[in-house]
């Protein structure tokens, strides 16, 4: 696609995203005031998620590496590698049965509309502040104990430099899972770096590839599962990375 057409598309995508966070999100926004009603926000942010991918001309394919499968009435933390923005809907697509709750930065509150349903679904963290980022991990138990699973992007961000495939993993996911005796769920998604990057001028519709890692036991040191969960989701990249050179 040209500059001009990606501009294009992502103009498209600020109207839909007007329209369909207005139409999911007062359902959400009304459902939020009890937590007991979160599985069924649960089902609109799902809606939205699907809009939003689908209506981008984005598709996935999932692909198992492990045979292990995901208990439904188990709380996980779902990990994976961050590249675009449309890694927060395909994780929502993934998993209709582990209501999720993502870690997410506290300056996207100041996003009008998005930022009052934001608020609501997730933990936020002010990465500037230590108090705020040591009481994420207690947040976060709460959250699962309230019956949701937590997303965490361990990479921390989309680095800049674009040649880098895998940035190193920060404490936060692997913290939360050796502390509190939760179970890591890794993806690894791929293409999507490709096709939708933060850079605006460029990217295409196209299908991703999402494939599960598998499940790690909070039975290693924080290091050990920080280490072995980074090397499996490397390795996939790696894999593709050298077939597609």
């Known amino acids: 696609m040209t500059a001009i057409l990606n501009i294009l598309w992502r103009v498209w995508m600020v109207i839909i995203g007007l329209i369909f966070t207005i139409l999911w999100g007062i359902p959400v926004y009304i459902l939020s005031f009890r937590k007991s009603h979160y599985r069924y926000c649960y089902f609109f942010i799902r809606m939205w998620a699907y809009c939003m991918y689908y209506g981008m001309g984005m598709s996935y394919k999932r692909i198992n590496l492990s045979k292990q499968n995901l208990n439904r ?33 506290k300056e996207l509150v100041k996003i009008p509309i998005f930022g009052t349903i934001y608020k609501r679904i997730c933990v936020m963290v002010d990465r ?25 992007f361990p990479e921390g961000g989309v680095p800049d430099d674009t ?32 096709m939708f990057p933060f850079n605006n001028k460029k990217g295409y519709p196209g299908c991703a ?11 290693l040191s924080m290091t050990e599962l920080k280490s072995v969960v980074y090397e499996e989701i490397k390795n996939v990249l790696n894999k593709y990375y050298l077939i597609n050179k």
Do not use: W
């Open 73 to 105: 009435n188990q709380q996980y933390v779902f990990v994976s590698n961050h590249t675009s923005i449309m890694d927060i809907m395909l994780m929502l697509i993934l998993l209709p049965n582990h209501p999720l709750c993502f870690v997410g930065k």
């Open 128 to 152: 500037s502040s230590a108090r705020s980022r040591a009481d994420v991990y207690r947040r976060c138990a709460e959250k699962m104990q309230e019956g949701c699973s937590i997303v965490i």
């Open 163 to 194: 040649s880098i495939i895998l940035d190193n993993f920060k404490d936060g996911a692997f913290i939360l899972a050796t502390k509190h005796k939760f179970s890591i769920a890794a993806f690894t998604f791929v293409g999507l770096k490709e």
């Open 209 to 219: 590839k999402a494939y599960f890692n598998g499940i790690y036991e909070p039975n």
